[in-house]
């Protein structure tokens, strides 16, 4: 016989708070920098160095913000599926359950005289 499984989904549900606060936190990063960013506009100019400055700075910064952006959605993800663990797992309790209270108990076994 396999070992049982116990699942506390009140501790699982004990980390979507923190999940959500890393996710929000990177989210309000990412917002501010881009923010900040777009108010600035090209302030390295149009001149030869300032070209060069804009060679080397917007593919980067292009790529950092893909991946703020991803990691923000991976961090939902992750929450989304925290919660939709916990809830199947606390569905298949609560549906095992209600199956065992509608067994009847047996008489037990019938004996022959």
């Known amino acids: ?5 116990h699942v506390d989904t009140d501790k699982i ?8 606060h890393v996710e929000n936190s990177l989210q309000a990063v990412w917002s501010d920098l881009a923010d900040t960013l777009d ?25 950092m913000f893909a991946g703020m ?7 939902g993800s992750m929450r989304d599926g925290i919660v939709t663990m916990s809830n199947g797992f606390h569905q298949t309790e609560t549906s095992a359950i ?15 005289p």
């Open 1 to 5: 016989m396999a070992d049982p499984l």
């Open 69 to 75: 952006r991803d990691t923000t959605t991976a961090l």
């Open 98 to 112: 209600e199956t065992a209270s509608a067994l009847k108990p047996s008489a037990g076994p019938t004996r022959k």
């Open 13 to 20: 549900n004990l980390a979507l708070p923190g999940v959500q």
């Open 39 to 63: 108010s600035l506009g090209a302030c390295w100019g149009g001149d030869e160095t300032g070209q060069r400055f804009a060679e080397q700075y917007l593919a980067p910064t292009k790529e």
